[in-house]
């Protein structure tokens, strides 16, 4: 059964106080690795889709790496507009089923 | 493109009551996901589409949740009896090749 695991469950930074996003992840056969932000009373947005190990993706403040055991999503000189939960998926392997298993989130607060 | 819609937004029902949710996809997205997200949790897979038919329906609580999506482009999700651990966010999804999975901004259930 894939299973998804984020940490920490929240986290409170300062603005300009960089850290990271920790995703581990257990699945037989990865075939993406989805980052999604989610506002409070919005469906996730996506972010970053990464597939094999040593991959990294960016965008603005945000980088998405993944090894064969979890994913890290660094934020770089955060803003407070970048406070938000931020989510961890992976793809289904099987077949024409290709859901995703979502981990709980990281809460994160960005504060001036 | 336009975005995933759904309706109502939020729905207050008593337990054991029924209820209906609504979702239109971007137009073209061949697959639909029907998604539980509970207060504090990631969102889970209830349902797949792949046009009109089943894909994935193994975590759909079939004695009460059923879903339909006719002719392959709208689909309704509805809960018979509703008990209150179904209170909840549900969020619809679809995606395509090109461009990946987009959700809605939910439906928000309360059940009293």
């Known amino acids: 059964e894939d299973q998804v695991t984020q940490s920490p469950e929240a986290l409170r930074l300062q603005e300009g106080e960089s850290s990271s996003l920790n995703c581990s992840y257990t699945?037989?056969?990865?075939?993406?690795l989805f980052w999604y932000r989610q506002d409070p009373g919005k469906g996730p947005e996506f972010l970053f889709t990464l597939y094999s190990a040593g991959e990294e993706k960016e965008k603005e403040r945000l980088k998405a790496t993944l090894t064969k055991k979890e994913s890290f999503l660094h934020i770089t000189a955060p803003k407070p507009e970048d406070s938000a939960t931020y989510l961890c998926a992976v793809q289904h392997p099987g077949g024409g089923a290709d859901g995703l298993t979502f981990g709980k989130g990281t809460h994160l607060i960005i504060q001036p | 493109e336009a975005g995933v819609a759904q309706s109502p937004r939020y729905k207050i029902i008593e337990k054991r009551q029924s209820v209906a949710f609504w979702c239109n996809p971007i137009s073209g997205h061949a697959t639909l996901y029907w998604y539980q997200q509970i207060l504090g949790q990631g969102p889970k897979l209830l349902i797949q589409?792949?046009?009109?038919?089943?894909?994935?329906d193994s975590q759909l609580p079939k004695d009460r949740f059923s879903a339909e999506r006719l002719k392959g482009v709208d689909s309704t999700l509805k809960i018979q009896p509703a008990k209150l651990e179904d209170s909840a966010v549900y969020l619809c999804a679809s995606s395509s090749a090109a461009y990946g999975y987009t959700f809605g901004s939910g439906t928000r259930l309360t059940v009293v």
């Open positions: 589409f792949q046009n009109n038919g089943v894909v994935d």
């Open positions: 699945v037989s056969g990865l075939r993406g």
